[in-house]
């Protein structure tokens, strides 16, 4: 799941719905995997994709579907090798552990 307002790569890990926001769970694929659980409480890990620059015209959706900015794209293999190493975490950790973990080092 993206987040938008995390500057880019920043992770954190989650369980529920307290700071995802309504509008965010009425998406039709998040929508689908509450229904399915029968609940919205379960573990995510957010990537931050950056915030829309100030000149930015448009919807936030815009924003999240378009393709990286060029200085972004660089730091992509990075972003994407940090949260496979969550994601992973999240499986032989489990989510408690990968929480206090990714999520103090996202506050220091």
């Known amino acids: 799941m993206t987040k938008v307002v995390s500057k880019i790569g920043m992770k954190s890990t989650r369980i529920g719905t307290a700071s995802t926001g309504k509008r965010l769970l009425d998406l039709p694929p998040l929508k689908l995997i509450s229904a399915e659980l029968a609940s919205p409480d379960y573990g995510r890990v957010r990537v931050g994709i950056g915030r ?57």
């Open 52 to 108: 829309p620059p100030a000149h930015f015209q448009g919807d936030v959706a815009d924003f999240v579907l378009q393709a990286f900015a060029l200085e972004e794209r660089s730091e992509l293999t990075r972003v994407l090798a940090s949260t496979c190493g969550a994601i992973e975490s999240v499986i032989s950790d489990g989510l408690d552990r990968t929480m206090n973990r990714t999520n103090q080092r996202m506050v220091r």
